[in-house]
């Protein structure tokens, strides 16, 4: 009876993923990296940014003890 199941379910969760999902086209995959890409790059700028302004902000700071 599980062995029914578990193919049944492996049936279905082909045919789900073969006919009922749209699936991006490349140029849309190329289009999304470069997005992530560029935003990943962006956040990375701001936190090396941030990183710098405390670490001169604690230099400061410490300096005055």
Do not use: C, R
């Not at 289009?31 to 990375?44: Q, T, Y």
């Amino acid at each position: 009876m599980a062995k029914i199941k578990i193919a049944e379910y492996v049936q279905e969760s082909y045919d789900e993923l073969m006919h009922k999902v749209s699936w991006p086209t490349w140029t849309e995959l190329q289009s999304s990296a470069v997005v992530v890409s560029i935003a990943s790059l962006i956040i990375a700028l701001v936190v090396f940014s941030m990183d710098i302004v405390f670490e001169n902000v604690l230099k400061v700071f410490y300096g005055l003890f």
